[in-house]
C-alpha cells in the first residue's frame, strides 16, 4: 500500500473512532455511526481493489515487454 492509501487508512480509522466515541456518549445515533463505518469500510475495499487491478495491469504490461525483447 502506497502511503497515502496508508494516511487514507490512519484516517478512516480515527474517523471511526472518533464516531464510536460520540455514540458512546449519546451524541450521535447508532445508525449514523454503521452508516459512516459501512461507508469507511466500502471506501477502504474501493481502494484496495483499485492498487490490486493498476499492479496487475502493470504486471501484465511489463510481461508483454520482456517477450517483444
Not at 502511503?3 to 487508512?9: H, M, N, P, Q, R
Amino acid at each position: 500500500m502506497s502511503l497515502s492509501g496508508w494516511a487514507k487508512l490512519i484516517i478512516g480509522i480515527l474517523f471511526t473512532i472518533g464516531f464510536i466515541v460520540l455514540c458512546a456518549m449519546r451524541i450521535v445515533p447508532a445508525e449514523a455511526y454503521c452508516a459512516v463505518a459501512a461507508g469507511v469500510v466500502t471506501y477502504i475495499v474501493e481502494e484496495w481493489r483499485k492498487e490490486k487491478e493498476i499492479t496487475r495491469l502493470l504486471n501484465l504490461r511489463n510481461m508483454k515487454s520482456h517477450e517483444k525483447n
